[in-house]
């Protein structure tokens, strides 16, 4: 499925934006890109290829459609791009009063001007003027100059963007109270393994709940070799073992809890015994338990040249048997290669690890994950008529893993 990008690209001053009209009707700048992709970064590029200086702040309203996902990407700027004569600024309200060519349009530029005169929606970052009161922040606390800002993540409650400044690139992110954990998380975890997490420069809890984190760029490059990965992790995991501080911080995972998740979306089928059988192999297994961050995706492990590895993006970390950590980026990289020399780091090192039940509960944790998250961004808005989808996929899923072979 591909998403369907719809530019909003407002300029404050006149309470416009950007529009081709069609006779009577009016349609935004259009643009798509994969399932996968990142739809800021693909505003953002458009918006250099075309020649506009454009701030993206917002992807909000996504609705699913048979072609794929609607976005309204919403943004800030004052000149108009050279690429098509037929665009003009056009008042908020005539568009507001008048008929989209396509329907989506229509109804998110209604939704988002419901409240005010200039695009909005709920959330701390569900405004077109927080990238400004960011780059301030970042100024003010740590006396950096700024410069060009790439966006990575722009929802209304969560943003990440990477920053460059005069002494290098630093990355923002902007949190909800909901995911403020992550900021104290990767702290603590820096404190105690320094070089192995990202450094914090500023941090800030903003009195609408909201936490601004200021970190410094962890170089290396993302890799799906799990031999560059497996030993870094299990000795992270020894060493973190140990520590009191961290063990606070962490939940201790649920299996039980995910098993009875799961079999409501396999009521009926043949793998509902094999869920419950598979993840009491894992209960029992004769494992340490440390840190399982359940985003541990390829995406979000740096290697360097000098091989150090790095972990970011440690949002929804648990405690658990270890060697779920291994079996979910495995997964995620597709190679299930490399579980020996992860064995083998462990001091003593682990022995008859049942790797086969470790991966199909990592594939439920996985499943699990990504609905909790539908929910998430279904109740607050920032999607709608996802849930059904998802449903049927995740069953899918759950069923490709418990299913025997």
Not at 87 to 97: A, R
Not at 304 to 310: H, N
Not at 334 to 343: D, G, I, M, P, V
Request: hydrophobic share 45%; aromatic share 8%; charged share 20%.
């Amino acid at each position: 499925m591909q998403q369907i990008l719809h530019l909003c690209i407002v300029d404050r001053d006149r309470a416009a934006a950007l529009a081709t009209w069609y006779g009577p009707k009016w349609l935004l700048p259009v643009i798509s890109c994969s399932e996968r992709a990142r739809a800021a970064p693909a505003a953002a590029r458009w918006a250099s290829e075309v020649g506009l200086a454009w701030d993206v702040a917002g992807q909000w309203l996504g609705r699913l459609a048979a072609e794929g996902t609607d976005w309204l990407i919403a943004g800030t700027a004052q000149c108009p791009p050279a690429i098509d004569s037929k665009l003009q600024w056009t008042p908020l309200t005539d568009l507001s009063s008048s008929l989209a060519v396509i329907d989506y349009q229509g109804w998110a530029i209604a939704q988002c001007l419901e409240n005010g005169p200039l695009p909005l929606v709920p959330g701390p970052f569900g405004n077109l003027t927080w990238l400004n009161d960011v780059r301030r922040w970042i100024r003010a606390s740590a006396g950096a100059l700024v410069g060009a800002i790439t966006p990575y993540r722009v929802s209304p409650y969560e943003v990440v963007l990477g920053v460059d400044t005069h002494s290098g690139r630093v990355y923002f992110k902007g949190l909800d109270e909901r995911r403020a954990l992550e900021a104290r998380l990767t702290m603590t975890l820096a404190a105690i393994v320094p070089g192995a997490f990202a450094q914090t420069l500023a941090v800030e809890s903003k009195s609408d709940g909201s936490v601004w984190w200021l970190t410094c760029e962890c170089p290396g490059t993302t890799t799906l070799d799990g031999g560059l990965v497996a030993r870094p992790l299990a000795r992270l995991q020894r060493r973190l073992m140990a520590s009191g501080p961290l063990i606070g911080e962490l939940r201790p995972l649920d299996l039980d809890e995910a098993v009875r998740w799961a079999s409501t979306f396999v009521a009926g089928s043949a793998c509902v015994p094999a869920i419950a059988e598979q993840t009491e192999r894992v209960k029992r297994a004769a494992v340490p338990e440390s840190w399982i961050p359940m985003d541990l995706h390829p995406t979000n492990v740096l290697v360097d040249g000098a091989g150090q590895v790095r972990f970011i993006d440690l949002d929804d970390s648990y405690l658990g048997p270890a060697p779920l950590a291994m079996a979910l980026f495995a997964q995620r990289c597709r190679k299930t290669s490399h579980y020996r020399l992860y064995e083998e780091s462990w001091c003593p090192a682990l022995r008859h690890v049942d790797w086969p039940a470790f991966e199909a509960v990592a594939a439920l944790l996985d499943a699990r994950h990504g609905w909790l998250r539908i929910e998430r961004y279904t109740r607050s808005g920032e999607v709608y008529g996802a849930l059904d989808v998802a449903a049927s996929r995740i069953r899918q899923r759950l069923e490709f893993a418990f299913s025997p072979r």
